[in-house]
């Protein structure tokens, strides 16, 4: 039953905005750090944000510093990333992931992963 789906990928021009989800169940999110991934053909497997269970503090990749949001909804276990000012180099599978303790950026210490959710940016 522990699973991540993640939902709100699509199409979008640049500029545009998008805002993806992450339903957990089988855990609840206040005991959790999690993170959202991004992975692009031919290229490394990024995280581009991450937040912390208890503090609720929440870190960027540089790439997407100003433009993407991080948030969660304890209530709902879901957690949200709010993308705005959409570039073509956004384009990726998104991915959630979630793991005990505190957000890190190594990839191996999340314990669980969505299966991903396709966004594109493109004229």
């Known amino acids: 039953q522990l699973q991540l789906v993640e939902s709100g990928g699509g199409l979008v021009q640049p500029g545009g905005s998008l805002r993806l989800s992450c339903a957990a169940s089988?855990?609840?999110?206040?005991?959790?750090?999690i993170g959202w991934f991004r992975q692009a053909p031919g290229k490394e497997r990024e995280r581009v944000s991450c937040?912390?269970?208890?503090?609720?503090?929440?870190y960027y990749a540089n790439s997407v510093k100003g433009r993407f949001t991080i948030s969660r909804d304890n209530a709902k276990n879901t957690i949200y990333l709010q993308m705005n000012s959409l570039k073509p180099e956004d384009t990726a599978v998104y991915y959630c992931a979630a793991k005990r303790g505190l957000c890190t950026t190594l990839s191996t210490r999340y314990d669980y992963w969505g299966q991903g959710t396709q966004v594109a940016v493109s004229s």
């Open positions: 937040i912390n269970n208890n503090s609720g503090v929440t």
């Open positions: 089988g855990f609840a999110l206040d005991s959790v750090a």
